[in-house]
Structure formats: C-alpha cells, structure tokens
C-alpha cells in the first residue's frame, strides 16, 4: 500500500516557476514508478511525465523543455519542476505511482494556476 500526497501548488504568472512535489510512503519506494497527470476543468486528465525505478523519464510533447520530474529515493519523494508556465498548463496536478500490470496510487491533487 502506498499513500501519495502533492503540494507546491499555487498562482503564478505566465513564465513564471513552480516545483511540485509528491512524497509516497506506505510501501518501498523505490521500486514503484512514479508519473504526474494533470486535469483541467471539463478535460480529460492527461500524462505529463513519468519517471522509472531506474531514473528514465518521459514527458508529453506539451511540456517537454520546460518541466523536469526528478526523485529523491531517500527521501521517498518525486519533483516536478515546472519552467516557463502558460495558461494552458492550469490544471490539478496528480501524482501517481505504479507498477507494470497493476492499479497504482493517486494523490489528492495540487492546483497549479497561470494567470495574468
């Protein structure tokens, strides 16, 4: 069992920086991989990035060069460094961790909003 909670969300301006971070405890961290999602109102929740046990990372297409996800293993907690914020990337954040082949773990969210 995993227990997956977000925070640093807030209100920023356009351009503007925020780090997300996701901390999992309950279970053995390391070996979960760990992903943010996001949704906005009236859309559906989509993939954002992911990184694996072993470090690799995947980002969407609409966030790549600007966001980093990263974990700390002793600390048992994923980032996600958001560069370059647009309106478009105001949603709830969720963090999720998982494994191949079986249902994982969702937080509760973190609002990021971009407004100017």
């Known amino acids: 069992q995993v227990q997956v909670v977000e925070s640093g969300g807030g209100l920023v301006q356009p351009g503007g920086s925020l780090r997300l971070s996701c901390a999992a405890s309950?279970?053995?961290?390391?070996?979960?991989?760990m992903a943010w999602y996001r949704q906005a109102p009236g859309k559906q929740r989509e993939f954002v990035a992911d990184?694996?046990?072993?470090?690799?990372?995947n980002y969407a297409d609409s966030v790549k060069g600007r966001f980093t996800i990263s974990r700390d293993n002793a600390k048992n907690t994923v980032y996600l460094q958001m560069n370059s914020l647009k309106p478009e990337d105001t949603a709830v954040y969720y963090c999720?961790?998982?494994?191949?082949?079986?249902?994982?773990?969702w937080g509760q969210g973190t609002q990021v909003t971009v407004s100017s």
């Open positions: 999720y961790a998982y494994r191949l082949a079986t249902p994982g773990y």
């Open positions: 309950g279970s053995i961290f390391m070996t979960y991989n």
């Open positions: 990184i694996a046990r072993g470090g690799s990372t």
